[in-house]
T-cell receptor, first 116, second 109 residues
Framework: NAGVMQNPRHLVRRRGQEARLRCSPVKGHSHVYWYRQLPEEGLKFMVYLQKENIIDESGMPKERFSAEFPKEGPSILRIQQVVRGDSAAYFC??????????????FGPGTRLTVL | DAKTTQPNSMESNEEEPVHLPCNHSTISGTDYIHWYRQLPSQGPEYVIHGLTSNVNNRMASLAIAEDRKSSTLILHRATLRDAAVYYCILSSSGYALNFGKGTSLLVTP
């Protein structure tokens, strides 16, 4: 009974490189959420995706960040031309149905991105 | 979603009950009260949620004030594995959870 899987668990990039973070939701879940956690802070919502659709990207920085959840394969969070301020833990969560106030999100272990 | 206020940290002895408070004076009628916890170097984990009535599950109990402006997460017997940051979150949308800074619970043997 696999939960949410994220890889890599740790990622080191130099300034200006690209970072690709992958998330495989719980089997059967078609709703994926990405969050970012800066050091010493709580998680901040970034984007909500369903298969092949971005539903809400209100928490995503306007530039350099993009996310997708293709029909087949994992969800990808892509950060182009990384800067030191992008260093953070990125968490993916999933849920089985259209989210409502009662729903639970299942979180992965996170990817810790370090930008040198 | 409305804002919540929690103490920065709390401490408990092992095998004693722990009451973690949360204030949410601007809660709306459609907001559910959720609690998640985050163990060190892990992703958040769902604990419990409720709307108006008190709730119990295998992990914890949730006591909700009659006016819904505050709630308390109750761990009946704290163990060392319960040491974590506990987040009280209000949500009507079911996503875009606002985690805040939470309460860091220290459990001592």
């Amino acid at each position: 009974n696999a939960g949410v899987m994220q890889n890599p668990r740790h990622l080191v990039r130099r300034r200006g490189q690209e970072a690709r973070l992958r998330c495989s939701p719980v089997k059967g879940h078609s709703h994926v959420y990405w969050y970012r956690q800066l050091p010493e802070e709580g998680l901040k919502f970034m984007v909500y995706l369903q298969k092949e659709n971005i539903i809400d990207e209100s928490g995503m920085p306007k530039e350099r960040f993009s996310a997708e959840f293709p029909k087949e394969g994992p969800s990808i969070l892509r950060i182009q031309q990384v800067v030191r301020g992008d260093s953070a833990a990125y968490f993916c969560a999933s849920s089985p149905e259209v989210p409502r106030g009662t729903d639970t999100q299942y979180f992965g272990p996170g990817t810790r991105l370090t930008v040198l | 979603d409305a804002k919540t206020t929690q103490p920065n940290s709390m401490e408990s002895n092992e095998e004693e009950p722990v009451h973690l408070p949360c204030n949410h004076s601007t809660i709306s009628g459609t907001d559910y009260i959720h609690w998640y916890r985050q163990l060190p170097s892990q992703g958040p984990e769902y604990v419990i949620h409720g709307l108006t009535s008190n709730v119990n599950n295998r992990m914890a109990s949730l006591a909700i004030a009659e006016d819904r402006k505050s709630s308390t997460l109750i761990l009946h017997r704290a163990t060392l594995r319960d040491a974590a940051v506990y987040y009280c979150i209000l949500s009507s949308s079911g996503y875009a959870l606002n985690f805040g800074k939470g309460t860091s619970l220290l459990v001592t043997p």
